[in-house]
């Protein structure tokens, strides 16, 4: 029987370098990546669909009303939110599905799928995390103080993820998190079906 594909839930900083984890795991691995919807402006570069879905905050609260969000939440003036038929073609397609999401999302999810996968990518340090933010130069100076603001808030939230992964160097990074998946795939309750059909196999000798 095909296994259900898992739920991997990637948080961390904003400027961490988590969506570039993510399209690693896409790339090197075969992950599915969810897109999400956004009320933001695109950012430079950022193409719709690809990026996220860039809704009006109208179109944002209609989807919302008609129940086509796992999960949504407000992050800094805008709403963000992940399309659930997306995620439960994959998953039960037996595709393990990537959510790149804050901290009120990812709890959000694991209280509907209890087998979500909850990782945090963290900074090396804080000032390595603000360097980084500055660096990007895709965000104004009162941008990025408020998103290290938020980042603060979201450090509190640090215990609440079952694996913290640092991204200091991205290779290690992506390979620590697909060792995570790996190891996850392989506990006993994500095999049950499996032992049954090989106990069934051996009793039909
Ligand atoms: P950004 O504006 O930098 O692209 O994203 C801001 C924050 O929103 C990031 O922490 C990102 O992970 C989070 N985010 C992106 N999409 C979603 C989503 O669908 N749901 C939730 N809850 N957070 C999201």
Known sequence: MEKRGLLIVISGFSGVGKGTVAKRLVKDYGYSLSVSATTRAPREGEVDGVDYYFKSEADFKNLIDYNGFIEYARYVDNYY????????????????????????????????????????????????????????????????????????????????????????????????VHAIVISKRCELHQNLNFISETQEGFAQL
Do not use: H, W
């Not at 998103?147 to 939230?157: D, I, Q, T």
């Open 81 to 176: 939110g992940t399309p659930r038929m997306f995620v439960e073609n994959e998953l039960a397609a037996g595709r393990n599905v990537i959510l790149e999401i804050e901290v009120q999302g990812a709890l959000n999810i694991k209280r509907q799928y209890p087998d979500a996968v909850l990782i945090f990518i963290a900074a090396p340090t804080v000032t390595a995390l603000k360097d980084r933010l500055i660096g990007r130069g895709t965000e104004k100076e009162a941008v990025v103080a408020k998103r290290m603001k938020r980042a603060s808030e979201e450090a509190k939230e640090m215990e609440n993820y079952e694996y913290i992964v640092i991204n200091d160097e991205l290779d290690v990074c992506v390979q620590n």
